[in-house]
């Protein structure tokens, strides 16, 4: 009980409580750590694998080959008597480097076509959208194929430009929508008027303002440019056989399905799908993340 005099009157009554602090929400609810976690085990092992690579990758024991998994050879060996432990990591950095090289430059080509698009006049910007349509409407493993096929036999630095200048379309449709709501805005027109010109307009002020909106698009592209690169060498115009990665280890799975060799195809495989799902986790967290922020403005 406690009184107070207030105008003359004691006002009499209980103390109320006070009212309970809202509880923080933990830091890692609602984030895929174990995607991320895996994902970064994956990368890591793949750019450390000379540290515990039993065996050469790349040696021919024909004195062993599609030998099941054992204790000398962790993951078997494939036809041809290579160890497939330390293929699997060696050639995941292969793999790795292309999805994001790949998307580094489909980034760039969609970030660069996109912003010209938004900024351009409006008979300029039907115009490329229209090109930007016609591109999209072309099935993109097609389009990998026939690009791959001019250029002749494949090499991770082909394989990737490939990947990327074909996966840029839906990214800068995205990117152009940004540019035009921001093109108006006060910083966009005194940047102009202190004689700023497009490329320092569009990487200082115009990308840092639409990045989030992209991450996800960004992020799945990665998964895109690895299974592009699989389906290639599965398809036998990849990546030769004698340069490791995920997709040439899986271009033998007809070989290995026909002598039983199951690990030759399982587990090159299952290293594939569980970063393929990593990725996909991840990005789909980055698209909630950015539909959140975009309704709360």
Same mark, same amino acid.
Do not use: H
């Given at each position: 009980m406690e009184g107070k005099l207030e105008n003359g009157f004691v006002r009499v009554g209980i103390r109320p409580a006070p009212a309970p602090?809202? =509880?923080?929400?933990?830091?890692?609810?609602?984030? &895929?750590?174990? +995607?991320?976690?895996?994902?970064?085990?994956?990368?890591?092992?793949?750019l450390c694998c000379e540290l515990f690579m039993p065996k050469d990758p790349a040696y021919m024991d024909l004195f062993h080959y599609s030998v099941a998994p054992c204790r000398e050879f962790l993951f078997g060996t494939d036809t041809m008597g290579r160890d497939i432990f330390s293929m699997i990591w060696y050639g995941g950095r292969v793999s790795l480097c292309i999805g994001f090289l790949a998307t580094l430059i489909s980034t760039f080509i969609a970030?660069?076509?996109?912003?010209? +698009?938004?900024?351009? #006049?409006?008979?300029?910007?039907?115009?490329?959208?229209?090109?930007?349509?016609?591109?999209?409407?072309? &099935?993109?493993?097609?389009?990998?194929?026939?690009?791959?096929?001019?250029?002749?036999?494949?090499?991770?630095?082909s394989i990737s430009v490939?990947?990327?200048?074909?996966?840029?379309?839906?990214?800068?449709?995205?990117? =152009?929508?940004?540019? =035009?709501?921001?093109?108006?805005?006060?910083?966009?027109?005194?940047?102009?008027?202190m004689g700023a010109g497009f490329w320092r307009i569009l990487w200082r002020h115009l990308t840092p303002n639409f990045l989030s909106s992209i991450m996800f698009m960004v992020v799945m592209n990665v998964r895109s440019a690895i299974v592009a690169e699989s389906t290639l060498s599965f398809m036998g115009i990849g990546l030769p056989l004698?340069?490791? +990665? @995920?997709?040439?280890?899986?271009?033998l799975s007809e070989?290995?399905?026909?002598?039983?060799?199951? @690990?030759?195809?399982?587990? #090159?495989?299952?290293?594939?799908?569980?970063t393929l799902m990593c990725v996909t986790s991840i990005g789909n967290y980055l698209r909630k993340s950015s539909n959140r922020e975009e309704s709360k403005l």
């Open positions: 602090e809202p =509880r923080r929400a933990k830091w890692w609810r609602g984030k &895929p750590l174990f +995607s991320m976690a895996l994902l970064a085990l994956i990368a890591l092992g793949c970030i660069s076509f996109g912003a010209l +698009s938004g900024l351009a #006049p409006k008979w300029l910007d039907g115009l490329l959208m229209r090109a930007a349509e016609i591109w999209l409407s072309i &099935p993109n493993l097609l389009l990998v194929v026939l690009i791959q096929a001019i250029l002749g036999k494949a090499n991770v630095l490939v990947i990327g200048v074909t996966g840029w379309a839906s990214v800068a449709k995205v990117v =152009r929508t940004e540019v =035009r709501q921001m093109r108006g805005s006060e910083y966009i027109v005194a940047a102009r008027c004698e340069i490791i +990665s @995920w997709g040439s280890m899986l271009s070989k290995a399905l026909t002598s039983g060799a199951w @690990w030759i195809i399982l587990i #090159p495989g299952a290293f594939l799908l569980a």
